[in-house]
């Protein structure tokens, strides 16, 4: 069983450019969820994604956007970067089916926005 | 929205000794999930535990088990015969029965001293 991937590990920008993280789902999982981990904080959800549609969102802008392919990757994508876009960001996958949903989370990517 | 709250910024225990991590949280719902997901350097999140809130019987796995209390919206962690390998980021977290998305607190790091 493959676990939740992402990629790439680290990433730099400059403020206004645009980004794109990708995420595989762990086999078998259907849907994807994507988070915003800044220094010293905890995880907040920017949406989840089953089969490529977007269910649900958090406090994030439009700028924010995500896709989810029929093998159930995922892409998050960024625009307009702004210097407090800089955080880790945390793909997790989960069935949508499952009992208690529980959510397999990959590494993560760290984005840095100069 | 929810909230989720951990009072405790860094914590440290002896190698073999109990150490009980704090989490609180705020909700209108009766029925939800409560997760403890551990942060070690790698980043990589891992579930520890998990609690459904209608279950009045306290989860465990191992050396680690909660302490939940519904009626004051209490979820603590208490680690047993300590060891170095759980020296990481605590993150308690939760999750609404029919929701999509998960709420963490803002973590506590522990610290395991030989």
């Known amino acids: 069983e493959t676990g939740v991937t992402q990629s790439p590990t680290h990433l730099i920008k400059t403020r206004g450019q645009q980004v794109t993280l990708r995420c595989s789902s762990q086999?078998?999982?259907?849907?994807v969820s994507w988070y915003q981990q800044a220094l010293g904080q905890g995880p907040q959800f920017i949406f989840q994604?089953?089969?490529?549609?977007?269910?649900g969102r958090g406090n994030f802008p439009p700028r924010f956007s995500g896709l989810q392919f029929p093998n159930y990757s995922s892409e998050l994508n960024v625009n307009a970067l702004e210097l407090d876009d800089s955080a880790l960001y945390l793909c997790a996958s989960s069935l949508r089916s499952g009992v208690n949903n529980e959510q397999f989370f990959g590494p993560g990517t760290r984005l840095t926005v100069l | 929205a929810q909230t989720v709250t951990q009072s405790q910024p860094e914590m440290s225990v002896q190698e073999a000794e109990t150490v009980t991590l704090s989490c609180t949280y705020d909700?209108?719902?009766?029925?939800?999930?409560l997760f403890w997901y551990k942060q070690p350097p790698s980043r990589q999140m891992i579930l520890v535990i998990r609690?459904?809130?209608?279950?009045?019987q306290n989860a465990t796995e191992n050396r680690f088990s909660v302490n939940f209390q519904k009626a004051a919206k209490s979820f603590s962690l208490k680690i047993s015969d300590s060891q170095l390998g759980d020296a990481a980021m605590y993150f308690c977290a939760y999750r609404s029965k029919d929701g999509n998305q998960f709420y963490f607190g803002t973590g506590t790091s522990l610290t395991v001293i030989p």
């Open positions: 994604y089953y089969r490529e549609e977007e269910n």
């Open positions: 909700t209108s719902e009766s029925d939800y999930y």
């Open positions: 086999s078998g999982h259907n849907t």
């Open positions: 609690q459904e809130a209608y279950k009045q």
